[in-house]
Structure formats: structure tokens, C-alpha cells
């Protein structure tokens, strides 16, 4: 498991979690969490319902405000729980939920555009036009997401996991340092699943991703460290054949 240094603010690490813990009504959802991700890694999250996935990722993207603990991000300049989500958002933390959230009258294209970091006061708004430097970005991330011979198709005429990718695409135009996605290959068939992989492995040359998923077959096509979860804490961390085989795991996860 990952060493935690004295000082989170001397980190290298692009995202710092040391010893969160947030309780809802006197239930721990998270019990002295510590989580470390370094720049330019995937990591796959596993865990029992209940286990504090989704917790984790409230914390991180400033949703919830943890009860304890530190939340570093980007080497510990930014300290993410005094953030609110937009300012989270701002740093460069994009986060895709289970199901995807795109609009369905607008064009794959037109999703791209309105994803796009822009200046949102009404002047701007009303007199915007698309610059070549952004059309350029809207064609590389559509090609990264093999939706560029559909740019042109209505968002809600797609399969669900041509949705799930279109979101995917909307949170890479905002060009984010750190992507959180949550069940991306809930309800694909097994061949989007597959590419969804390689979609995935393709986006971690230039991002750093955590990826939240109960699929077993794909976390391993992923090939990545897993780290599985249980009452809030950190259970066991390592490879897919190592955490698969640990005892606790299976008896608390997947042997169920």
C-alpha cells in the first residue's frame, strides 16, 4: 500500500486522501480512508454496496465535506475540502456519473460544444462563436471517444453505450487533470464493454482516471492496481489476481 508522507503538501501524488471519515446519521461511510493516486494512473475501485465508493468520490468532488481527514489535490497545492464543487470542478476534476446525462435534442456535436470551457456571462453567451482551436478540440475528442462519424446524429438516438461515451467525451473537452467515472459499463452489451476498455486505456496516456465498477471481467481488462473497499476503509489494494485471492475480499465481496 501507498506510503502517506508527514506533510500531504510535499506530496507528489496528483490526488491525496489521508484518513477521511464522514458519518451520516451516526453511520460511517467512510472510516479513515486513506487513498492515493499519482499522476498519470488508472486505478479501479471495487466494493460491496455500502462499501463508501461513492462517498469517496462526494469527497473529492466536494459534494460532501468530509468530518476528518486531509483532501490534497495536484501535489498539495489545493486543499479540496475548504473547495465547493464548482471550484472543484474548475481545478480540473471532471466526474461522470452511472448514467449518463446528455442532451438528447441536441446533436453529438452540439453536447461537445456546450461541454466546453467557456465564458458563461449572458454577453458572452450571446455573441459566441465556436474558435478553430475548440472545433480542433471537439474533433480530437470525438475521435478518442469513436463518435466522429456520428457528430452529426441527435444524442438521444444513440445506444446506451454511445451515451455513455458522448459523456465521457463532454468531460474530456473540459479538459480535466483527474476523471472520475462511475459504472461506465453498467447495461453495455459485452462488446461495448470491450472498447470501453480500450477507451479507457486510451485516455489514461494523457489523464489520470478513476473508474468505480462491480464488473469483474472488465476491471481485469483494464489491467490496472485495484483498490477494494469495505466499511468505509481500504480493505485491499494490488493487482486483480492479488485482491481477487485475498480471503477478505472474497469473503466480504466476492464470494457473495
Excluded at 65 to 70: H, I, K, L, T, V
Excluded at 164 to 170: D, H, S
Aim: proline content about 3%.
Amino acid at each position: 500500500m501507498a506510503t502517506v508522507p508527514a506533510d500531504p503538501r510535499t506530496t507528489s501524488s496528483l490526488l491525496y486522501l489521508d484518513g477521511i471519515s464522514v458519518s451520516f446519521d451516526g453511520f460511517k461511510a467512510l472510516n479513515e480512508l486513506s487513498f492515493i493516486m499519482e499522476p498519470g494512473e488508472m486505478r479501479a475501485i471495487i466494493g460491496p454496496n455500502g462499501a463508501g465508493k461513492t462517498t469517496m468520490m462526494d469527497v473529492i468532488t466536494g459534494k460532501t465535506r468530509p468530518d476528518s481527514g486531509d483532501v490534497f489535490f495536484q501535489e498539495g497545492k489545493f486543499d479540496l475540502s475548504k473547495l465547493d464543487e464548482t471550484e472543484i470542478a474548475t481545478l480540473g476534476i471532471g466526474r461522470k456519473f452511472q448514467k449518463p446525462t446528455v442532451f438528447d435534442m441536441h446533436t453529438v456535436e452540439d453536447n461537445l460544444q456546450l461541454a466546453l470551457k467557456n465564458d458563461r456571462s449572458v454577453w458572452a453567451t450571446l455573441f459566441w462563436e465556436s474558435s478553430a482551436e475548440q472545433e480542433e478540440r471537439v474533433d480530437k475528442v470525438l475521435e478518442t471517444v469513436r463518435l466522429k462519424d456520428l457528430r452529426k446524429r441527435v444524442a438521444g438516438s444513440l445506444s446506451h453505450g454511445q451515451k455513455q461515451w458522448l459523456e465521457i467525451a463532454m468531460l474530456l473537452a473540459q479538459d480535466p487533470k483527474l476523471l472520475l467515472v462511475d459504472e461506465p459499463v453498467a447495461g453495455m452489451t459485452d462488446v461495448e464493454t470491450m472498447q470501453t476498455a480500450d477507451l479507457l486505456r486510451e485516455i489514461n496516456k494523457t489523464k489520470t482516471v478513476v473508474v468505480v465498477e462491480h464488473d469483474m471481467a472488465f476491471v481485469r481488462e483494464l489491467g490496472v492496481k485495484v483498490t477494494c473497499l469495505h466499511e468505509g476503509s481500504v480493505l485491499a489494494e494490488g493487482t486483480i489476481d492479488q485482491v481477487s485471492t485475498n480471503d477478505r475480499v472474497v469473503e466480504v465481496y466476492l464470494g457473495r
